[in-house]
């Protein structure tokens, strides 16, 4: 873990996330909490990483995401360097039923 990152603020950033039940109420609390762009950053470095682990090349990943060569670097240092917080999500939404929190 980042001892950067480790706070009292981030950690109840984290206790608000972690109470949070479904799609609908994860879209009504980003929504608040986010500007548009940076949601959509954060959610473009989670698919770029998905894409990583699925082996596809950086020209694939730019072309599907828009991301660029410097984002897709970062993603897959984090990916082969980082704290493996991708690999636990991806690997908890993998035995997840899919979800139906039509928005």
């Known amino acids: 873990m980042n001892r950067k990152l480790k706070n009292s603020a981030v950690d109840f950033l984290f206790d ?17 909490l986010c500007t548009v762009n940076e949601l959509n950053s954060m959610s473009q470095r989670l698919e770029v990483a998905a894409m990583l682990k699925n ?6 990943i730019a072309e599907k ?3 660029s060569t ?5 993603v897959n ?18 035995q997840k039923e899919p979800s139906d929190d039509s928005v």
């Open 16 to 32: 608000a996330i972690l109470c949070l039940k479904d799609r609908n109420e994860c879209y009504s609390f980003f929504d608040d």
């Open 77 to 94: 240092r984090s990916l082969n360097y980082g704290n493996d917080g991708y690999d636990i999500a991806f690997g908890r939404m993998s």
């Open 65 to 67: 995401t828009g991301a």
């Open 55 to 60: 082996h596809c090349t950086y020209l694939e």
């Open 70 to 74: 410097a984002t897709i670097s970062r």
